[in-house]
């Protein structure tokens, strides 16, 4: 089982993630609500709604992690101005030095997910990770997996 592609990746993403889990607590925020900013980061002015998607998380704990990181001063709220229901939300100045020290955390972190790796090994692991990606996000018919027999091997 170890060769399947889909246990591996979630190993290592798993690890990832509790590397990230380690140095962020040092920096007073869990990994998820780290990766919670780098999405706001990426996204400014997403909904609640949209972020719980990405983050696969249910929207109540979404909320939960917003009202946390708004208390503390890195996250605002502000109305929606094509929907008084919803609101969008934002990073505020006070999270912009936090992430630029989590960046440099998370580079050390990728660089010792990497080490041994030359350049053209860590290019090549990136656009073949890109292909897998983008191979994923392709909608396949039902039938035309199963006949493939992709789910017979996991």
């Known amino acids: 089982m170890q060769n399947n592609i889909a246990f591996l990746t979630s190993d290592v993403s798993r690890l990832l993630r ?4 380690v140095v962020s607590r040092r920096f007073g925020v869990t ?3 780290w990766r919670m900013l780098a999405a706001l980061r990426r996204t400014p002015g997403i909904n609640q709604g949209a972020l719980a998607q990405w983050l696969e998380v249910e929207a109540i704990t979404a909320g939960r992690m917003i009202d946390r990181l708004e208390k503390s001063g890195m996250v605002e709220r502000r109305a929606d101005p094509n929907d008084r229901r919803a609101w969008r939300l934002f990073l505020t100045d006070a999270a912009t030095p936090l992430l630029d020290e989590l ?10 997910a990497q080490q041994g790796f030359s350049a053209a090994e860590r290019d090549l692991l990136l656009a073949l990770l890109e292909r897998v990606r983008a191979n994923l996000l392709e909608e396949a018919p039902p039938e035309k997996v199963l006949t493939q027999g992709a789910l017979a091997h996991g």
């Open 18 to 21: 509790k590397r990230f889990d």
């Open 31 to 33: 990994g998820p609500q």
């Open 103 to 112: 960046f440099v955390c998370a580079t050390d972190v990728f660089e010792e």
